[in-house]
Nanobody, 124 residues
């Protein structure tokens, strides 16, 4: 079983950047397809992007394409979310998640492992 721990959240002004990390322990992260999700107050958890366990291909939600980039460092057993050109509407708790399948899924229910989340707040 893998355990996921997010870090890197914080307060940033609109237009700024943050880099989130998702560190895995207990099992190598390269055997999982990983995803980033976010949840704003009063809203459902939504897909941000993901990276496949094979080949490292990525996919993103339309509202972050061109601004967010997901990568993974298998040697460090860590996934990253580089967020640029941040907007106030990006404010949310960001979660990393893992699933054993090979495909990136946009439904949160497809992921069975979750981190505790890290708060990202973008001020206008």
């Amino acid at each position: 079983q893998v355990q996921l721990v997010e870090s890197g959240g914080g307060l940033v002004q609109a237009g700024g950047s943050l880099r989130l990390s998702c560190a895995a322990s207990g099992r190598t992260v390269s055997t999982y397809t990983l995803g980033w999700f976010r949840q704003a107050p009063g809203k459902e958890r939504e897909f941000v992007g993901g990276i496949r366990r094979s080949f490292g291909t990525t996919d993103y939600a339309d509202h972050v394409k061109g601004r967010f980039t997901i990568s993974r460092d298998n040697a460090k057993n860590t996934m990253f979310l580089q967020m640029n050109s941040l907007k106030p509407e990006d404010t949310a708790v960001y979660y990393c998640a893992a699933r054993e399948g090979t495909l990136i899924k946009i439904a949160a229910t497809e992921y069975n492992l979750w981190g505790q989340g890290t708060q990202v707040t973008v001020s206008s």
